[in-house]
């Protein structure tokens, strides 16, 4: 049972356009969220967060929006450049469990 | 400031056989985790550390799986035995509080291929 799901394995994006990446949750509980982008040969590295109180959060290049209703949260990248090809983790957590429940990812390319 | 270093980096095995992984989190961090990422997945939870208590352990396969955290700073994950299953990237993290809202670093992570 995929709590978090991000149903697009892959996105190509064009340099300087803005890269959309969706995350779907199931569990109504979860009042945490947070993205993690993670190259190759490398372990994740946090990228943003969202608490539930919220339905927006930016920094710099980075919003992420979410839909409670919906239990939808969208990653904006504007504008998009070569070091952001990845693959971009989603990621939730409920109250006082600290576990991190996490999509599968999604491959983002950024093509010159 | 150095990030969280894990070891070895890669590790091929037959089945049956034991492994282990070590992983020493940044200078400060009083949590530890150690997670399994299986391929097209993303982590799980293996274990949680707080100093060098295991608060949450409910997902490691305690049958095969064991892990110990001395002192409270690195910690060590072991596998025996390795089954064809375990094959995965085993990844270490740590965080200064157990929070959810503290941020997890990440090691580069342990690529475990059984045979």
């Known amino acids: 049972d995929q709590q978090v799901k991000q149903n697009s394995p892959s996105l190509s994006v064009q340099e300087g356009r803005i890269s959309i990446l969706n995350c779907d949750y199931t569990n109504s509980m979860f009042d945490y969220f947070l993205w993690y982008k993670k190259y190759p040969a490398e372990g994740p590295t946090f990228l943003i967060s969202i608490s539930s109180i919220k339905d927006k959060n930016e920094d710099g290049r980075f919003t992420v929006f979410l839909n409670k209703s919906a239990k939808h949260l969208s990653l904006h990248i504007v504008p998009s450049q070569p070091g952001d090809s990845a693959v971009y983790f989603c990621?939730?957590?409920?109250?006082?469990?600290?576990?991190?429940?996490w999509g599968a990812g999604t491959k983002l390319i950024i093509k010159p | 400031e150095a990030g969280v270093v894990q070891s070895p980096r890669y590790k091929i095995i037959e089945k049956k056989q034991p492994v282990a992984f070590w992983c020493n989190p940044i200078s400060g961090h009083n949590t530890l985790y150690w997670y399994r990422q299986n391929l097209g997945q993303g982590p799980e939870l293996l274990i949680r550390?707080?100093?060098?208590?295991?608060?949450?352990d409910s997902q490691l396969p305690k049958d095969r799986f064991s892990a110990e955290r001395l002192k409270g700073v690195d910690s060590t994950l072991k596998i025996q035995p390795a089954e064809l299953g375990d094959s995965a990237v085993y990844l270490c993290a740590s965080s200064f509080l157990a929070g959810p809202t503290d941020t997890q670093y990440f090691g580069p992570g342990t690529r475990l291929t059984v045979l």
């Open positions: 990621a939730a957590s409920a109250g006082s469990n600290y576990q991190l429940i």
């Open positions: 550390y707080e100093n060098e208590e295991a608060v949450d």
